[in-house]
Structure formats: C-alpha cells, structure tokens
C-alpha cells in the first residue's frame, strides 16, 4: 500500500490473492477455486456453467430457494425508493411492520424485536438484553452466561465465549469471563442412527443444576443454546431436554435464550423451534431464513417482560444503549416481508412438514454405505456422519463435498459431518437426486 492510494502492484481483477476467505483454507482454495456466478431456484450455475443442486440453502438460509421474483422486485422497488434511513431516533414504516409480522408469528409473548445484521449479531445482541435486564430489575449480580460444549453461537466475541467449538475459541484470548458450558446432547453410543428426536440425553440439562449450586442462581443471567445445534453437526436435543432447562431456568429466574438462527422459518417444519417442541424461550435470535439469505438481517426477539423491564425506567432516557447503523435497514426489512410472504402464500414450512418423512426416509437409506457411523434428521435437515479417516480427520467429508460438487450437488460439512438443509421449495424427486448422487459418493470413499 502507498500514502497516495492502491498501490502500482495492485492485484488485477482475476487474481485471487486478496479476498481472505471466511472459513476457508485460502491456499487450498485458491489453486483450485470453485466459483459460483449465479443462482435460480433449486440450483447454483458455476464459472464453468454448471448446475449444482443445493442441498444446504446456501448456508442454511435461502429457504425460498434463489431469485425468487417477488423478493428480488421488492429489493430492487426498495433501493429505488430510499436506500438508508437511520434507525437512531428515527424510524420507517417497514421496519414497525416487520416487527409486527415477525411477533405474530413466534409464540406466546416473544413480541418485542431488536434488529440486527447476522446471527452472531442477534446472539451478542441477546446477551447483552439479557445481562441489561438483570440489571433493569436490580439484579445485577446476575453477570455470568452459560452456553453449551459443541454450542455454534456465530463469531462475535459474546457468541465464541458461549459458543463451545474448540476451534473458534483457542486463538482469540481469555475470551468474557464468567462463562461455563453445559454439557453436549450427542451421545453415538445410546442414540446412534435415531429419527428425529433421540430417546436419551433429557437428564443432561440437569447439569444446569449443579452450575446453579457451584456460584448461586443469583449470578446466573442466562443459558444459550440451538434447540437444534446444525453448524456442530446437526445435534437434535433429546426428547425432553429442553422442556428440562427451561423448568430449571424458571425455577431459578435466568432467561433461556434459543439460538434459532438455522432452525427458524421452517426449517423443521414449523415457523419456530420453540413452536415445533413446544419450550417457550425468554429470548430467541434468528437470521438467515429471515429474508432467504438475500440481504443480510437478523433479529433477537424477546418476551413481554423483559422489554417491560426496559420501558419501565425513567422516560427520555435511551433504554439500551445498543444497536448497528444498519439496524432495520430498509433493504432488508423489504426483503424480509417478501420472504414472509412467499413463505406463508407458497405454504413453505408445510410444505417442510410434508417433505420431511420422504426425507427422513431416504436419509436413513444411508445406512450401511462404507464409513456412515450416524444418521439424524428433522425436518429437512439432515446430519451424515462419517467415521474419521485414522489420522486425517475431515478428510473424508470433505472429499465428499469435493465429490458432490463435481456431480453436481452442494453439500455442507463440518468435521467429518455431512449436514444438509436444501431450501424448502425442494421436490421429491430433487430429494431422490441429493441421496442417489450422496451415495454413489459415499460408495467412492476410502
Ligand atoms: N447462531 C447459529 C445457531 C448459527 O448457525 C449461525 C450461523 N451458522 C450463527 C449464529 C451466526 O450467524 P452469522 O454467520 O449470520 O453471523
């Protein structure tokens, strides 16, 4: 770089070398990139004119499937209309009408959104609501924050410290102090190749217990977890876990917040994951599936009493100091409604529901192909794992998701976990193409 700007050198426009990939090995990646240029429907068309099917939404979020024309037309009437208006002291109509479409459809009294950018927006933006809070009701020794072992929480400082994958903690320092993780729900040798919810694990909520007897509920503000943890792997909770923590959270007065970040908008065939397992939390964050992955957004929704807490302190004064210049910005409340539309006029979240058990089928058809160690599903998620290749763990996934892509089919994995989460506009027989090309695939490795 040069005091007078780029500098003579500066890379020409094909040259990779510049963009430092998120979550990618960049030397690997730029040898041999994989270049995505446009999207319709159930499929991807890449540099070289492919189709790919997309079996994981992108990144778990474009639940309408891609280019949908009513969405695209509201972005594009939007950014005509007005671009920006700032969320400080002023407001604009879609975004109190996002708000409301939104409270209407969570349950019980989750009525009250703060907007956000991302999911590890929404989830710092939840610890920090609930820590205030605490301290709106005078509580404010209620500091310390209990996320979960194999917990994804996004990037942000709050989520990595909650978030409990080793991998995106240990470079990043001492982290916040006063964090304790609960045990993990994935136990291979009980619940091994369950459909949908596994029968054993409830009793680890209870662990929460012993947390409250080591430092005292009144220092406890809050418990996070995904009531189903996708990016660690697709981890469903245990028949009654959840039901478990929420009993203990409201036996000793902290807030359960439910990172529904993947599962929100239908992704297991309800609106909500609270909804779908019937556990009310005090909080919920959500992002992608907000506005099918078009613009980014994300939301923490909370419930009646804790923005009670908030309104009920003294008038004029700012009630949480907290928020993102782009906060509701107009872009993406326009794309958000759209999306809501498209989901609830396309019946999508049934359509989910429908799908599932065909799905549910065919995952479990894996069964038995070389290296499968476990196969869990819900909704229409899916989590193929394989057992790790001695030595090179991740290899063997991640061959697969090279694999898949030559035949054209977009696969997600984590670890030697193969997760799939297709838009919810997928048919059977795309279903039928996922499994038949995943298990010709996984038949290749050895
Ligand atoms: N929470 C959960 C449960 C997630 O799955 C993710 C993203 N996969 C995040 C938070 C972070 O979202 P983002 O990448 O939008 O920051």
Redesign the pocket.
Known sequence: MTAQGPAASAPAVNDLSSFWMPFTANRQFKNAPRMLVGAQGMHYTTADGRQVLDGTAG??CCNAGHGNPRIVKAIQDQAGEMDYAPAFQMGHPAAFALANRLAGMLPGDLNHVFFTN??????DTALKIALAYHRMKGEGSRTRLIGRERG?????FG?ISVGGITNNRRFFGTLLSGVDHLPHTHLPDRNAFSRGQPEHGAALADDLERLVALHGAETIAAVIV?PM???TGVLMPPKGYLERLRAICDRHGILLIF?????GFGRLGSAFACEHFGVLPDIV?T??GLTSGTV?M?AAIVREGIHDAFMSGPENAIELFHGYTYSAHPLACAAALATLDVYQDDGLFARCADLAPHWEERVHGLKGLPHVIDLRNMGLIAGIELEPKPGKPTERAFTAFLKCYEAGLLIRTTGDIIALSPPLIIDRDQIDRIFDTLGDVLKTLD
């Open positions: 990144l778990w991302s999911g590890s927006e929404s989830v994804y929480h996004g990037v942000n989520g995904e943890a996708g990016s990172d529904e970040v993947i599962t964050t992002a992608k980014p994300g």
